[in-house]
């Protein structure tokens, strides 16, 4: 069995309890702009039924995020992966029948795990790429002069001043540069 089947099999196991629970949580949460409906969320699974990712992977569910929150399951949501997985092409929040804007809840998820150490390394080098030089990958010497032989514009150049002062002055340099799963 696959290593990545092992920890699915494992976490589908693990057993609940009272202490794993913080009902603080979904207050926290609901406090958070754009998250302030998720006390309506009565567990549909509209969000879920209508999410383009979920078709593809079981381990995404908004139904199961909206509801591992209600229940204040903090330590399992920041840390996992499944949080960072959501596209935000609002599909959830269009068919909601209570408005439950499910993408800001995610969105809010992913900021709480951001300021408790955990964000994934892919993001971390995008950002970083970003505040090098503007773009969110690092664009080959080879594919600037193909650009310039196949008679195309220079490749608009980065205000990387302003990208560095907005980066320091939101805190989020010193987020990149912190060691974060």
Known sequence: MSEKKQTV???KRKVLRITDMDPKFKYEISKIPGAEKIMLCFQCGSCTADCPIARF??????R???RMTHLGLKERLLPSDVIWLCSTCFTCIDHCPQGVEV????RALRN??????YMPSVYKDLSSS???TGYAYKIPE???RKRGELG???LPKANIESIVKIFDITGFSKTVEEETT
Do not use: F
């Not at 992977?57 to 908004?62: A, E, G, I, Q, V």
């Not at 709480?112 to 150490?117: D, M, N, P, S």
């Open 112 to 117: 709480l795990a951001v300021k408790e150490g």
């Open 57 to 62: 992977t079981d381990s995404y569910r908004p």
């Open 142 to 144: 080879l594919r600037l």
């Open 152 to 154: 195309l514009p220079p």
């Open 103 to 106: 993408a800001s809840i995610v």
């Open 130 to 132: 970003i505040r090098e």
């Open 9 to 11: 099999l494992e976490e």
């Open 64 to 66: 199961k995020l909206m």
